[in-house]
């Protein structure tokens, strides 16, 4: 079999190959374990019935919407409480609600942030709960 | 009659993976078998290809020109309209593939008080390069499903991507984009009568498809969330080669995955391999250099020839004989030899 012009051709053919299989050679065939968000907060573990807003699957699925849909009702329409279907009253915030009892970021948020690559932009206001000690005792003038 | 065809194999093969995951269950096929399949066929689908252009001779320099030719040196060479030099050519091949510049040339021909004019058309270029980077940049972007840690080239181009920090999880410009190109693209095909009447089949089903795979994705993101950390662990299983199918995947991820992996092993049979294939178009990569470079054609074979010099030579006597003129004169003369 004759091929006309080898050379340029078998170049590209060779710097697309090399492109595409970027995922098979990146990894080096290993991929780290899926990531396992920890409950073990002081908070979550005094808790009785370990609940949250919502159904374990919601908040896997669609956390971001209700969080920004939380802003919005907070923000724009001064609805500062949520009710849940379970009947129970939460503080519509990121500090007072959520990471009351999600204390711990590293090991709870940023397992599968980091896993999936996303920086969400929470934090570029928000305080991740390390943060939040000193500025609360600063505010309540500790 | 195409578009409908197209369209109802394009819902053939929804209705396909819908049977197959919620009534059958096949989660390894649809997870594991199918994409690992489209794969290869793509890759192997692709290499054939491109080694059967390259075995098509290209004997002459056929570009087709649009400006003017290097002559004489008062004469202004255009010099990537009518490239002379290798450069010449790859500046021209650049603008071709960067920025489709042919696409950008085409004008709209009318018929104007009986007169026949040419008018502004720039849609169909601005459509396509508006689609066609768009789905590079969804493309680099899925990397993040495929590659641990998650490079940095990809966290930017999604950070840009979202720069409009609209709800949440964030607008993605592009999928607007590429909706909104591929919903033009296939308008166009439809409502301009010659563009119909040219479209086949193929041209039809690879829009409807991509369409899908689009919208799929999307619902996906914004309307009908999946769980994105499953879905990692699986596209990480595939690209490791320790293929695992997460548990609790919905059927919207398995349609999304069908459809990619349609459109790779579509991909190597289809007018998508435009992809390589503007590179190897003679009409665009070869310089027209006809009248400075002899080009011999490859596959001519020795032919036996009988020069002029051997021809006198065989019947210089009688030639001389005969009174014909000769360039070499014989020997002796003619008279003396019969003497």
Not at chain 1, 45 to 55: D, F, G, I, Q, T
Not at chain 2, 39 to 63: N, Q
């Amino acid at each position: 079999m004759k091929i006309y012009d080898a050379k340029p051709i078998l170049v590209g053919l060779a710097i697309f190959l090399g492109i595409t299989t970027f995922p098979f050679w990146y990894n080096g065939g290993k991929a780290s374990p899926p990531p396992e968000p920890k409950l073990d907060t002081p908070v979550i573990s005094k808790m009785e019935k370990k609940e949250c807003v919502a159904s374990k699957d919601y908040m896997r699925k669609s956390h971001m919407a209700l969080l920004n849909e939380w802003r919005t009702e907070a923000v724009r329409k001064a609805n500062r409480y949520y009710v849940t279907a379970g009947g129970k009253l939460y503080p519509v915030s990121l500090q007072r609600g959520c990471l009351k009892c999600h204390s711990n970021k590293a090991d709870f948020c940023d397992q599968c942030h980091n896993y999936i690559g996303l920086k969400p932009y929470c934090w570029d206001c928000h305080l991740s709960p390390q943060e939040k000690k000193t500025t609360t005792q600063v505010a309540e003038g500790e | 009659m195409g578009m409908k065809f197209a369209l109802n194999v394009v819902l053939g093969l929804a209705l396909f993976v819908i049977i197959g995951v919620k009534l059958l269950g096949l989660h390894y096929l649809f997870g594991v078998i199918i994409p690992y399949t489209a794969v290869t066929l793509f890759f192997l689908g692709f290499i054939y290809k491109v080694f059967m252009w390259a075995r098509s001779a290209v004997p002459f320099r056929i570009p087709t020109t649009t400006g003017q030719q290097r002559s004489f040196p008062w004469i202004k060479p255009s010099k990537i309209d009518s490239p002379y030099t290798k450069w010449g050519v790859v500046g021209r091949m650049a603008l071709e593939v960067l920025v489709f510049r042919s696409l950008f040339r085409n004008t709209k021909m009318l018929k104007r008080e009986g007169k026949i004019t040419y008018h502004w058309e720039k849609w169909l270029w601005l459509a396509a390069l508006a689609f066609h980077y768009a789905f590079i940049i969804i493309f680099i972007r899925h990397l993040r499903f495929f590659a641990d840690p998650v490079p940095g080239f990809v966290q930017f181009l999604e950070k840009a991507d979202s720069f409009f920090e609209m709800a949440l999880p964030g607008l993605l410009i592009t999928d607007v984009i590429v909706v909104a190109a591929a919903t033009y693209l296939l308008i166009r095909r439809i409502i301009i009568p010659q563009v119909k009447y040219v479209s086949l089949p193929a041209d039809y089903f690879a829009l409807f498809l991509i369409l899908a795979l689009v919208l799929t994705g999307i619902t996906m993101r914004y309307l009908w969330r999946v769980d994105v950390v499953k879905i990692k662990e699986l596209t990480m299983g595939l690209a490791t080669f320790h293929p695992v199918v997460p548990k609790g995947l919905s059927v919207i991820f398995y349609l999304h995955l069908f459809f990619v992996s349609t459109l790779f092993a579509y991909f190597p049979f289809s007018k998508l391999m435009h992809m390589p294939g503007v590179f190897l178009s003679p009409t665009r990569n070869l310089p027209n250099n006809n009248r400075m470079v002899r080009h011999v054609n490859p596959w001519d074979y020795p032919v036996k020839v009988h020069t002029y010099e051997d021809y006198e030579e065989e019947f210089r006597e009688k030639m001389v004989e005969a009174g014909i003129p000769v360039e070499k004169p014989l020997d002796k003369p003619v008279e003396q030899q019969e003497e």
